[in-house]
């Protein structure tokens, strides 16, 4: 593996990220989509996601009805999760042709038990947390190259730049000059990908926003990795 960035995106925003197949493939990026309500969705947002999935991108899970992992687990049993979440999500996928290798934390609320679980049904996790201070000081968003394959859990960073010199996104290419460096990977995530003039949930990147970071990060030679391209 050579130092790469994961970039993630969560939720069902689908028919905005469709709409940016373009752009990754401009800048030879692959990134994952965590879909929860699967079992919801429209005939329009599976068909989106198909074409997301055949241009290179991974699908992962991010629960059936996005509940609260350890909050869940800890309320009932980890097994009635497992059975309530976990299970019919992963079935729910797999009836439309859909094999997640990967999970995202709903709220990113996570605990032992849960990551040892989870384990068993997904090859990494991801969790991670609002940036506080600065991205590249920040140690536990960053993972070595050479320890991701016994790496389960990957820890990134919440990223909803709002243009490209917004703060967030010199922080970033901070962190990618440090990869580069040190032969490392790094997670973002965020959730929907749209222009600020469009309707959608608060936690967005801007088009331009992404782009910069594509770029930054081709020029600098950093691989954009999907999830289902980890060890």
Known sequence: ??????????????????????????????????????????????EALQKLRNAGHAIGCHGLKHRNAAEYSEEYSIEKYISDEIAPAIESMNKMGFFPTSFAYPYSKRNEKTDNELLKYFRHLRCGSPVKGEIVKTERYFVKIEDVHKKGRLDGASFHPKSKIDELVSQAKKAIDRISKNGELLVLYAHDIRNESEDGPKHFITIDALEEILLYSKINHIKLYSFDELP
């Open 1 to 46: 593996m050579t130092p790469g960035l994961l970039l993630t995106f969560d939720d069902r925003n689908m028919l905005h990220w469709e709409k940016q197949i373009p752009l990754f493939e401009k800048y030879d990026a692959h990134v994952t989509f965590f879909i929860d309500h699967f079992d919801e969705l429209t005939t329009e947002q599976l």
